[in-house]
């Protein structure tokens, strides 16, 4: 299956929300402000977020003033259309330049942040790139567990200290090591306990810090992993993160998960951040690059 079909498969619910349901919404009516309405509603119940969805519906009205749209596949074109302009391209997740890229990742528990890291680790091995990990999420056990199975699967290194460690160490060590080594890339778990948040964040700010001492250039990314089934949610979540550290890119898991998946079109719209990754599924292949061309073209097939 080639990545097309693997992200069209993985949008099906998103797909069913957005465009199957606001295009039944639309079937045989007459294109009006009651429909717009209706239209409106049914978009920020799959999570578009107020702001795109009154873009959207306010660009739609003003259409059908113009009489650009007259029956519902004029309207389906027409959304189609602002889809299209709401969603912008984020370069992708990449080493260029850098000797060892970082990339430093951060989420709450519970988005899919460890299995992230491993597919992108494989990813960037399959290219011929050497990886090490670094295991910064010394609150949990299990998540040092995890990434260790992550780093086989992967081919990749892994750097990691005893459980309750000083995150900020382990980071700073894995960098040192990855420039000693010569290593190409470093990617570093960290923890999601928001239950504690504003020691979280200046956990994460400590290890931004330090990774900078060892690296002046570094992190060079900082990759935040949210759950499209969150909903709103991620983008609290985004701000949070984002406040605190300086987000540079979003990677938005479990899609093929939710009917909700106007999350993306929500985080475009927000944001000041782009999505660079999306995951379509559970195989490595499901964590794709995010194209707003054929992240369209798959909704709207």
Same mark, same amino acid.
């Given at each position: ?201 200046? *956990? ?92 369209? *073209?798959?909704?709207?097939?």
């Amino acid at each position: 299956m080639g990545l097309l079909d693997r992200l069209k498969n993985g949008l099906f619910k998103t797909r069913k929300s957005l465009v199957d349901d606001t295009a039944a919404l639309a079937k045989g009516r007459k294109v009006d402000d009651g429909l717009l309405d209706e239209f409106e509603e049914l978009l920020i119940m799959a999570d578009v977020g107020p702001q795109a969805a009154d873009s959207i519906t306010a660009s739609l009205r003003e259409k059908v003033k113009q009489e650009k749209i007259r029956n519902e596949r004029d309207l389906r074109e027409a959304f189609k259309e602002e889809v299209r302009k709401i969603l912008r391209k984020g370069h992708k997740v990449i080493s260029a330049g850098e000797n060892p890229y970082v990339v430093l990742t951060v989420g709450v528990n519970g988005v899919g942040k460890t299995t992230t890291i491993g597919k992108l680790a494989r990813r960037f091995t399959d290219h011929g790139f050497t990886v090490t990990l670094a295991a910064a999420d010394t609150f949990r056990a299990a998540a040092i567990e995890q990434l260790e199975i992550w780093a086989d699967r992967a081919g990749a290194q892994i750097v990691k200290h005893r459980s309750g460690a000083d995150p900020a160490a382990v980071a700073f060590d894995a960098v040192a090591s990855a420039k000693s080594k010569n290593v190409d890339v470093v990617i570093i778990d960290t923890a999601g306990r928001l239950h504690t948040k504003t020691n979280l964040m200046e *956990e994460l700010k400590k290890i931004k810090r330090v990774i900078s001492k060892e690296k002046s250039s570094a992190p060079h990314e900082i990759l935040l992993v949210v759950d499209a089934t969150s909903g709103q949610n991620a983008i609290i979540q985004a701000k949070t993160f984002d406040e605190a550290v300086g987000v540079t890119g979003i990677a938005l898991t479990k899609l093929d998960g939710t009917a909700k998946g106007g999350i993306v079109l929500a985080i475009n719209k927000e944001l000041d951040i782009p999505v660079k990754l999306i995951g379509v599924g559970e195989a490595v292949e499901d964590l794709q690059d995010f194209n707003p061309e054929e992240f369209v *073209e798959a909704l709207f097939e």
